[in-house]
Protein backbone atom coordinates (compact mmCIF):
# COMPACT_ATOMS: atom_id res chain seq x y z
CA UNK A 1 0.00 0.00 0.00
CA UNK A 2 2.57 2.26 0.63
CA UNK A 3 3.80 2.42 -3.08
CA UNK A 4 0.58 5.24 -3.20
CA UNK A 5 1.97 7.59 -0.44
CA UNK A 6 3.91 10.16 -1.67
CA UNK A 7 5.62 12.99 0.24
CA UNK A 8 6.58 16.43 -0.50
CA UNK A 9 8.07 19.30 1.43
CA UNK A 10 9.20 22.76 1.89
CA UNK A 11 10.32 24.65 4.29
CA UNK A 12 9.16 28.57 4.51
CA UNK A 13 10.83 31.14 5.93
CA UNK A 14 9.24 34.40 6.61
CA UNK A 15 12.44 36.89 5.61
CA UNK A 16 10.10 39.87 6.23
CA UNK A 17 11.19 39.72 9.57
CA UNK A 18 14.53 41.67 8.37
CA UNK A 19 12.55 44.54 7.91
CA UNK A 20 10.83 44.44 11.31
CA UNK A 21 8.12 42.73 13.68
CA UNK A 22 4.46 42.42 12.57
CA UNK A 23 3.86 45.90 15.11
CA UNK A 24 1.21 46.92 12.85
CA UNK A 25 -0.85 45.26 9.84
CA UNK A 26 0.08 48.10 7.59
CA UNK A 27 3.83 48.14 8.18
CA UNK A 28 5.14 44.35 8.41
CA UNK A 29 6.59 42.88 5.31
CA UNK A 30 5.25 40.09 4.23
CA UNK A 31 8.27 38.40 1.87
CA UNK A 32 8.93 34.87 2.42
CA UNK A 33 11.24 32.30 1.14
CA UNK A 34 10.52 29.04 -0.11
CA UNK A 35 13.14 26.24 -0.06
CA UNK A 36 12.91 22.67 -1.34
CA UNK A 37 15.63 20.42 -1.42
CA UNK A 38 18.03 20.20 -4.01
CA UNK A 39 15.88 23.60 -6.20
CA UNK A 40 16.17 27.16 -6.18
CA UNK A 41 14.47 29.20 -3.59
CA UNK A 42 11.12 30.84 -4.10
CA UNK A 43 11.15 34.31 -3.93
CA UNK A 44 7.39 34.58 -2.25
CA UNK A 45 4.97 37.12 -1.06
CA UNK A 46 1.49 37.95 -0.30
CA UNK A 47 -0.49 39.79 -3.55
CA UNK A 48 -0.34 43.11 -3.48
CA UNK A 49 -4.30 43.41 -2.40
CA UNK A 50 -3.09 42.49 0.78
CA UNK A 51 -0.06 44.45 1.13
CA UNK A 52 2.67 42.38 -0.42
CA UNK A 53 5.00 42.67 -3.31
CA UNK A 54 3.74 42.61 -6.69
CA UNK A 55 7.21 41.58 -8.02
CA UNK A 56 7.43 38.15 -6.32
CA UNK A 57 4.82 35.46 -6.82
CA UNK A 58 1.85 35.07 -4.61
CA UNK A 59 0.45 32.12 -2.84
CA UNK A 60 -3.27 32.61 -4.69
CA UNK A 61 -0.56 32.41 -8.30
CA UNK A 62 0.49 29.25 -7.19
CA UNK A 63 -2.21 27.11 -6.78
CA UNK A 64 -3.51 28.54 -10.52
CA UNK A 65 0.21 27.51 -11.33
CA UNK A 66 -0.08 24.27 -9.78
CA UNK A 67 -3.63 23.67 -11.38
CA UNK A 68 -2.61 24.25 -14.87
CA UNK A 69 0.96 22.59 -14.87
CA UNK A 70 -0.89 19.62 -13.19
CA UNK A 71 -3.45 19.50 -15.80
CA UNK A 72 -0.33 19.89 -18.62
CA UNK A 73 1.33 16.86 -17.55
CA UNK A 74 -1.41 14.95 -16.96
CA UNK A 75 -2.50 15.79 -20.65
CA UNK A 76 1.12 14.88 -21.95
CA UNK A 77 1.23 11.68 -20.49
CA UNK A 78 -2.42 10.80 -21.74
CA UNK A 79 -1.51 12.00 -25.40
CA UNK A 80 1.74 10.18 -24.97
CA UNK A 81 0.10 6.79 -24.36
CA UNK A 82 -2.65 7.39 -26.65
CA UNK A 83 -0.30 7.63 -29.29
CA UNK A 84 -0.93 11.18 -30.20
CA UNK A 85 1.87 13.77 -31.00
CA UNK A 86 1.77 17.13 -29.91
CA UNK A 87 3.93 19.39 -30.49
CA UNK A 88 3.14 22.31 -28.74
CA UNK A 89 0.80 23.09 -25.31
CA UNK A 90 0.38 26.83 -23.79
CA UNK A 91 -2.32 27.74 -21.35
CA UNK A 92 -4.05 30.91 -20.48
CA UNK A 93 -5.30 29.82 -16.70
CA UNK A 94 -6.67 32.02 -13.95
CA UNK A 95 -8.42 31.82 -11.27
CA UNK A 96 -11.32 33.85 -8.86
CA UNK A 97 -11.34 34.24 -5.41
CA UNK A 98 -14.43 35.66 -3.62
CA UNK A 99 -15.69 36.26 -0.59
CA UNK A 100 -18.21 33.62 0.44
CA UNK A 101 -20.15 33.13 3.83
CA UNK A 102 -17.60 35.25 5.34
CA UNK A 103 -14.46 33.49 4.17
CA UNK A 104 -12.15 35.18 0.91
CA UNK A 105 -11.74 31.50 -0.90
CA UNK A 106 -11.27 30.58 -4.85
CA UNK A 107 -14.42 30.02 -6.66
CA UNK A 108 -13.36 29.03 -9.97
CA UNK A 109 -10.13 28.50 -12.14
CA UNK A 110 -10.20 28.26 -15.67
CA UNK A 111 -7.94 26.29 -17.63
CA UNK A 112 -7.44 27.59 -21.66
CA UNK A 113 -5.11 25.52 -23.02
CA UNK A 114 -4.19 25.63 -26.64
CA UNK A 115 -2.80 21.78 -27.90
CA UNK A 116 -0.65 22.23 -31.39
CA UNK A 117 -1.07 18.69 -33.11
CA UNK A 118 1.30 18.21 -35.89
CA UNK A 119 0.47 19.06 -39.54
CA UNK A 120 -1.46 16.88 -41.12
CA UNK A 121 -3.56 15.34 -38.51
CA UNK A 122 -6.62 13.47 -38.63
CA UNK A 123 -10.02 14.66 -37.83
CA UNK A 124 -10.51 11.66 -35.74
CA UNK A 125 -7.45 12.49 -33.89
CA UNK A 126 -7.90 15.82 -33.41
CA UNK A 127 -11.47 14.75 -31.18
CA UNK A 128 -9.51 12.16 -29.24
CA UNK A 129 -6.95 14.80 -28.49
CA UNK A 130 -9.89 17.03 -27.39
CA UNK A 131 -11.72 14.46 -25.60
CA UNK A 132 -8.48 13.83 -23.82
CA UNK A 133 -8.47 16.73 -22.00
CA UNK A 134 -11.78 15.45 -19.41
CA UNK A 135 -9.41 12.27 -18.75
CA UNK A 136 -6.84 14.69 -17.79
CA UNK A 137 -8.38 16.50 -15.77
CA UNK A 138 -9.84 13.49 -13.27
CA UNK A 139 -6.45 12.23 -12.97
CA UNK A 140 -4.84 15.63 -11.94
CA UNK A 141 -4.07 15.16 -9.05
CA UNK A 142 -3.90 19.19 -7.85
CA UNK A 143 -7.59 18.74 -9.69
CA UNK A 144 -8.54 16.30 -7.46
CA UNK A 145 -7.59 18.11 -4.12
CA UNK A 146 -9.43 20.84 -4.73
CA UNK A 147 -12.69 21.78 -3.49
CA UNK A 148 -14.01 24.46 -6.12
CA UNK A 149 -14.92 24.21 -9.91
CA UNK A 150 -12.44 23.82 -12.46
CA UNK A 151 -13.06 24.49 -15.66
CA UNK A 152 -11.51 23.52 -19.38
CA UNK A 153 -11.50 25.50 -22.67
CA UNK A 154 -9.43 23.28 -24.78
CA UNK A 155 -8.35 24.81 -28.16
CA UNK A 156 -6.90 21.93 -30.38
CA UNK A 157 -4.88 23.42 -33.28
CA UNK A 158 -3.19 21.34 -36.59
CA UNK A 159 -1.14 24.08 -37.73
CA UNK A 160 -3.41 26.59 -40.03
CA UNK A 161 -6.39 24.95 -38.84
CA UNK A 162 -8.14 25.62 -35.58
CA UNK A 163 -11.06 23.76 -33.58
CA UNK A 164 -12.58 25.42 -30.36
CA UNK A 165 -13.57 22.42 -28.10
CA UNK A 166 -17.01 23.18 -26.34
CA UNK A 167 -16.34 24.48 -23.27
CA UNK A 168 -16.68 21.84 -20.82
CA UNK A 169 -17.48 22.11 -17.26
CA UNK A 170 -15.57 19.48 -14.92
CA UNK A 171 -15.39 19.12 -11.04
Not at 137 to 145: D, G, P, Q, T, Y
Amino acid sequence: MTEHVHRFACHTTWIGAAKGPTSSYDSYSREMRVDVDGKPALAVSSTPVFRGDGAMHNPEELLVVALSTCHCLSYLALAARAGIEIVAYEDAASGVMEKVERKVRFTSVALRPTVTLAKGTDAATMERARALHQQAHEVCFIANSVNFPVSNDPQIVVVDQVVSATAARVR
